[in-house]
């Protein structure tokens, strides 16, 4: 299948082409035209012009457009679920969810824009502002750059193009090189819904060409970015005066107290850890587990690891597939070498093949190997032993990262002392970091990024007060 970028309402094609393959087996699935400097250009432009559009939009019309493009994503759900399992390598049932919660984040952007809403400023509050009213009014930005990562093509996608629109603005889309059919095929959705021209546009290229020159352009009035720290940093760095929103990368851990239910935990921390080959930003990665129960732990979770069915993102069974490249599979190894080297046992999996890895468990890794100090954005965790809560709160915290962690206990003083010490965006009792409902305000501290998501909270960052006082 060959697909265009999408700009100014329509598909065109370019004379730059982009492969798109299986990353489990190789197999080309489809050819994209990309994007260079000059496209670019045209695609702000026609954001622009999508803008003057979309800020005179109803809210009633934006609300509408938005879940008629729910309507339509669910109508194909399956076609978008096998899109997004060719493009990225993730396993069909996870592909399924996405495919819902992307709908879930359609729905909320959707009442976000009925509801978006200023306030009044009780301006005789103070003797120097009676005799007059003053209304706060929240007005889109302008043009919005998006720019998204692989490993969930379409519903990162939504989070930040939903509540973009619903607030009114124009979005310029910038996806995972890897991973742009989902977001052209949701281009082609919006357009069929009614969507101005111009009010989204979709330009797939290389990142540190597009992204950089999106950072860069006046005309660009905010960047919402999901991907790695390294990228977030630097796009900062040149954004200037533009608002930037950073979902960033983390190491996300997981406490297991001893008077936990294993039965609960067992299960959440496996899939918590391997589900999409652990390429997830809140994957499980450092599980810290109460030494009375850390061998029994230890036995379950590597019964879990090896039972997980490998294979082809495409066939049924499929829990584990494989990483989006081979690169990344050599560095995962690399990293578990690493651990292995300075002292950690491997205890399950780790073999790799190509692009393909089985989910890998390792024990008791030293705290300064990559394992336990960066993210591994792979099929691997790492279990070590703790005595006393505080000493595990203190490993949680030795983290550069901090988006989301958990704790599994039975005891609620202990959950709630660990969540108020943690230095988390989000943390979860009974429950794996990896967990995240669309709804919810998501986002880091450290490392791990600045800015919430989750559409209720995208939009805040999505729109300027403005005010105005009139003499009464
Ligand atoms: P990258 O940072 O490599 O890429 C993310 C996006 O940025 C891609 O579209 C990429 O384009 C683009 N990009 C690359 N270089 C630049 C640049 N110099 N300037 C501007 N844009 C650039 O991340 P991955 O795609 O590998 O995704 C994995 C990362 O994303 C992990 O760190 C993960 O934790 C994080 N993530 C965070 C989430 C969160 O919500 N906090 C959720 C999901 C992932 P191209 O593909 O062409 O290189």
Redesign the pocket.
């Known amino acids: 299948m060959d697909f265009g970028l999408f700009v100014g309402g329509s598909f065109r094609d370019s004379a730059r082409k982009r492969e798109i393959r299986v990353p489990y087996d190789g197999s080309v699935f489809a050819r994209v035209a990309l994007g260079d400097a000059d496209v670019l250009q045209q695609a702000v432009a026609a954001a622009r012009s999508g803008f003057a559009q979309m800020r005179v939009l109803t809210r009633a019309r934006r609300a509408e457009i938005l879940l008629e493009v729910r309507r339509r994503l669910l109508e194909e759900a399956g076609h978008f679920a096998r899109v997004i399992a060719s493009e990225s390598g993730k396993p069909l049932r996870e592909a399924r969810l996405e495919v819902q919660r992307g709908a879930s984040t359609l729905l909320f952007s959707a009442n976000e824009a009925l509801s978006l809403a200023g306030e009044e400023v009780p301006m005789d509050a103070s003797a120097h502002g009676a005799g007059r009213m003053a209304m706060v009014v929240r007005e889109p930005l302008g043009v919005i750059a998006a720019?998204?990562?692989?490993?969930?093509p379409l519903n990162?996608s939504l989070h930040k193009i939903g509540p973009a629109l619903a607030a009114g603005n124009a979005v310029v889309h910038?996806?995972?090189?890897?991973t742009p059919v989902s977001a052209l095929e949701l281009a082609r959705l919006f357009a069929e819904a009614g969507l101005p021209a111009g009010a989204l546009n979709v330009v797939p290229g290389?990142?540190?060409e597009l992204?950089?020159a999106l950072?860069l352009d006046p005309a660009v009035a905010m960047v919402t970015?999901?991907?790695?720290?390294e990228?977030g940093v630097?796009?900062r760095e040149i954004a200037g005066l533009k608002r930037v929103t950073l979902?960033?990368?983390?190491n996300s851990a997981v406490i297991v107290e001893s008077d936990a239910d294993l039965d609960l935990a067992v299960p959440l921390c496996v899939s918590g850890a391997f589900a999409h080959s652990g390429q997830?930003?809140i994957s499980v990665q450092r599980i810290f587990v109460q030494r009375d129960v850390l061998g029994s732990f230890l036995e379950r979770v590597v019964d879990g690891a090896v039972a997980m069915q490998r294979g082809h993102p495409l066939e049924e069974e499929t829990a584990v597939s494989s990483l989006i490249s081979e690169a990344e599979a050599v560095r995962v190894e690399d990293w578990l070498e690493e651990a292995v080297f300075a002292g950690g046992r491997l205890v399950a999996g780790g073999e790799r093949d190509g692009t393909r890895m089985a989910p890998a468990v390792v024990a008791e890794a030293p705290a300064a190997t990559r394992l336990m100090a960066r993210?591994a954005?792979g099929p691997v965790v790492a279990v070590n032993g703790y005595s006393t809560l505080d000493e595990a709160i203190a490993m949680v915290n030795a983290s550069d990262y901090g988006?989301q962690a958990s704790i599994f206990t039975r005891d609620i003083g202990k959950a709630f002392r660990a969540a108020r010490a943690v230095e988390v965006g989000g943390f979860l009792i009974n429950d794996v970091p990896q967990f995240r409902a669309d709804q919810m305000p998501?986002g880091?501290v450290k490392l791990?990024?600045t800015g919430r998501?989750g559409p209720h909270y995208a939009i805040e960052e999505m729109t300027e007060r403005k005010l105005i006082v009139w003499r009464v």
């Open positions: 720019i998204t990562p692989f490993n969930f990162l910038k996806p995972a090189s890897a290389p990142g540190a992204g950089e950072a970015f999901t991907g790695s720290p990228v630097r796009l979902e960033l990368g983390s997830v930003c993210e954005f988006l998501y880091g791990s990024g998501e």
